[in-house]
């Protein structure tokens, strides 16, 4: 059951480290991977020197910083609140409703945005006009694009976040609340003294692995909403090289940029599980 799934991941996840080597070569598409000359770490001090390469950096990691902490924050939160609900049928429904984002896609979700959004017909601009505020362009705005992006990708996937803290407050003995209560604790007391203490090892565990994401700002989302008007704000290290790459035909720059994100990303990755082992006992090994 096992040998389709290992052999694509063989195929596609590790039979590609094979092109690595153009990263190193002036690639030539006539010539291939096995003809085309090497040049050595030029490519990779071209990019060093690459005009718009602090700029990329920047965008990638404050908007995935931004994530990491608005995505942390947003799933716990309503974690929280719906362990305050009893009503099970209502609470059910609830769940059902903010997991349905998590799974249409970019392309999708895209599409709504940029209509939910635009300046002249969205619903949102509506609403501003409505207390007397002048339209904004958030998708064609460099300070409205980042938190835009951020914003809408916290929508997407917090419900679906939401199901580890809820599967944690589930494992909270019962007995602490009662005894909480007997002596005296309103309900926010036991949230503050023996529901965040119980989930405590858990958040401290998505932090850390969260780490590893900080150079992930999201390419699907970002390809399909940003343009040409918000680079300065919006382009990450991901969109350049799928310009670079694919649009320029510079395979050999976008190669070496993309190598110099992922060894970045191992360490970080590394550094998280190291992290998280020391803060939160958690092993994958």
């Known amino acids: 059951m096992l040998l389709p799934s290992v052999v694509l991941v063989l195929v596609y996840q590790y039979g590609t480290l094979f092109g690595l080597i153009m ?46 902490v608005v995505g942390l924050i947003a799933p716990v939160s309503m974690a929280l609140l719906l362990n305050e609900v009893r009503k099970v049928l209502f609470k059910r429904i609830f769940q059902t409703v903010v997991y349905l984002p998590h799974f249409l896609s970019w392309v999708i979700l895209g599409g709504i945005l940029i209509d939910i959004l635009s300046p ?19 998708l064609g705005s460099n300070s409205w694009f980042p938190y835009v992006i951020v914003i809408s990708d916290v929508w997407k996937e917090f419900g679906f976040g939401t199901i580890v803290y809820l599967a ?6 019962p007995n602490l609340y009662e005894a909480a209560e007997v002596d005296g604790a309103g309900r926010w ?27 992930n700002a999201g390419f699907d989302q970002i390809f399909n909403l940003y343009s040409p008007q918000v680079y300065e704000t919006g382009d990450i290290i991901d969109t350049l090289v799928y310009r670079i790459g694919l649009l320029d035909a510079q395979y050999s720059l976008a190669t070496a940029i993309g190598f ?11 550094v998280s599980y190291v ?5 939160a006992n958690y092993r994958i090994f």
């Open 120 to 138: 002249s017909s969205g619903i949102v601009n509506q609403l501003l006009g409505l207390l007397g505020i002048k339209p904004i362009f958030f």
């Open 189 to 215: 007391r036991q949230t503050w003294s023996i529901t965040l203490p119980g989930i405590a090892p858990i958040i401290v565990l998505m932090v850390t692995l969260s780490l590893g994401n900080v150079l």
């Open 23 to 68: 990263a190193f070569q002036k690639y030539n598409l006539a010539k291939g991977i096995l003809g085309s000359p090497f040049v050595g770490w030029r490519n990779f001090e071209y990019v060093l020197h690459f005009p718009d390469i602090g700029r990329v950096i920047f965008n990638t990691i404050f908007i995935a910083s931004m994530k990491i």
């Open 260 to 270: 110099m994100r992922s060894i970045v990303a191992f360490l970080m990755i590394s």
């Open 168 to 173: 944690a407050l589930a494992g909270i003995n």
């Open 275 to 279: 992290l998280a082992y020391r803060l």
